[in-house]
DNA sequence: CTGAAGTGCGGAACCGGTACAGCAGGAGGG
DNA sequence: CCCTCCTGCTGTACCGGTTCCGCACTTCAG
């Protein structure tokens, strides 16, 4: 019991494979009684369109790829990558697109999936995520002429359209609520240095301290991890000049770092106030619940996908900006505790 | 500048369609040195096998499909699905196989999707989850002759190869081990009533009270949100006949617990012993460390892709047991106080 | 009654590969 | 020297659709 084909439809209803696939396509060349009677065959026969044989006659893939350069293993640990995924489907599920997800090892490695992709037809588009200073891929892509679309800072795209959020704004508010609580001193554990909008938010806070007229601040970098963000807060803490307050780059090294607190005998947010890059659940059910700048990763994830599938369609498009994550203050930030 | 085809590279090698086709395959048919020549002119002009072309003729899709039947903004509320896909993924890149993802909002539309893949050539195979009791898309799976696999207990997933771990023996274990500490009213916070899992769950918690001479023990079902998780707490510790120990059926919800347990100045573990369905790295960044049962989730996915990835290749299969997740006693759990 | 325009449909080519039969030409055995 | 076998390659059909072109027939204006 094979798939049925057109040609099955074709005989069965009497006429040619022209007038069934102008009757299945909707275009004009056929009367309406034939095309009823063809779609009824159609149906009862259980008939789906060859994407195959659509595809080799220039036709979509309806399908846009997302490659993953990190361990397949680590995918998980951040909430990011879901978050995105859950957005980007949001947009692609309604029209019927499928995402293709796989992990590489490298850049080289990504790219190279890609001309693969886009040379064997199987998507129509890619989304590039995890942008770094002077990424490889820009120029790779800029050769190639899939459509694609950067989640990060324009700087860092170059000519592929990005997606992006104002993270050097977030990091102000953040820098200039804190000065405003009293705060001097404020450390900053970030993400990986190479990251693009690592580099921005870097830049950010040195120039949120200066207006501020707080001395030069201390920024630690990490791989994300609640335990290397454990490890760069006892750091901070046990050194000569200890922070008031620290701004972390995600959620989890933020709830590292309160465990950390807690161990040294700090009372968060009396000796110390604590912030944290990207909201989740984990932020709310510590104690205390945990300041933080809160972003809707998900429309980040749907923005992209939108862009992208209007460059599939050859719509133009430009640069695509997404609100700025938000400071939301809970308990984990005070004015600091006079020594 | 279009893709090259094998014709291209045949004209400028001077020799047929066909023995490009041989050459490039690695198929006999053609001296060394004509393949040697054709090789190097398909790498010059970076000659792609159409995907479409192949497919046409029989070929494998060489992707996989996932349909999730969750919300696409909550796919990433919990750790569980991205963990699989990671693991799913540490099979798939290998082997170069893709994963295409799509969210549904129904058993429904997942069914129609995996038709619609299925007829479309798009895919190889097809992964199951989120099994529930009398799960609708068994049968249908059966009906198509699509290569799938379940993720969840045999007797859930019918005739359909299952990838199961004996969650039952896990429960077991963590009752036998509360009994032992000298708990006797224990209570399990569980999760979508309808999952199969949690059926086989609810029973072996039941089982495992009665083989402990513990009373019948109290089970709230929740949707796995930390809202629900801490509203469930509340009430069972507010209840006339409180638990002494309560075990979650995931790490979010035994965090929201915790938070609960402490706002009600109840002390973890003195007052209260608390276990988690899932490791993760919130269950050891708050305090007390939670006692966990832990299991390679990944190694869930990638076991479920092997057995797909055999049923594709249409060898035999069969139902295949990874290992039940262990308990890992932490902070959260002791003897009870006396009253 | 003739010519032009429009409708409904079919034939054939094509997309980029693969499968299969067959055909030269050289080697080797009898 | 003839016959067979093997090697290396080509021609052709085919997968399941789409698209272009054109044909037969009807309709209607002149």
Chains 1, 2 share one sequence.
Not at 18 to 28: E, H
Not at 132 to 139: E, G, K, L, N, T
Request: charged share 25%.
């Amino acid at each position: 019991m094979k798939r049925p084909t057109i040609a099955d439809i074709a005989r069965s209803a009497g006429v040619s494979k022209v007038a069934v696939s102008y009757a299945l396509n909707d275009q004009p060349g056929v009367s309406e009684q034939t095309r009823a009677k063809i779609k009824a065959i159609a149906r009862e026969v259980g008939w789906r369109p060859s994407n195959a044989a659509r595809a080799l006659n220039g036709a979509k893939a309806r399908a846009v790829g997302l490659a993953v350069c990190r361990p397949a293993r680590t995918l998980s640990v951040e909430r990011f990558f879901m978050e995105l995924i859950s957005g980007i489907e949001s947009e692609l599920a309604p029209r019927s697109i499928a995402l293709m997800l796989q992990t590489v090892t490298s850049h080289d490695d990504e790219i190279e999936l890609y001309r693969r992709w886009w040379g064997e037809g199987r998507v129509d588009g890619a989304l590039l995520v995890d942008l770094h200073d002077d990424d490889v891929r820009i120029p790779a892509f800029a050769a190639m002429d899939l459509p694609v679309v950067a989640l990060g800072p324009p700087e860092a795209a170059g000519p592929v359209p990005a997606v992006w959020s104002d993270d050097g704004a977030s990091i102000h508010e953040t820098v200039a609520y804190l000065a405003a609580l009293g705060h001097r001193h404020i450390a900053r554990v970030a993400g990986l240095p190479r990251l693009a909008h690592t580099t921005v938010r870097d830049a950010a806070f040195e120039a949120g301290c200066r207006a501020a007229g707080l001395p030069e601040p201390v920024m630690v970098h990490t791989d994300y991890s609640g335990d290397e963000g454990a490890r760069a807060t006892r750091g901070l803490l046990i050194a000569a000049e200890r922070p008031t307050a620290i701004v972390y780059d995600n959620d989890i090294m933020a709830v590292a770092g309160l465990s950390v607190a807690q161990e040294l005998s700090l009372d968060v947010p009396r000796d110390l106030s604590l912030v944290a890059w990207d909201d989740s659940p984990f932020t709310q059910v510590v104690r205390p619940q945990l300041t933080a700048l809160t972003r809707d990763i998900a429309e980040y994830g749907a923005c992209a996908a939108r862009i992208l599938l209007a460059a599939v369609d050859e719509e133009p498009v430009a640069d695509s900006q997404v609100p700025a994550a938000r400071l939301v203050p809970r308990a984990s930030t005070s004015a600091p505790q006079r020594r």
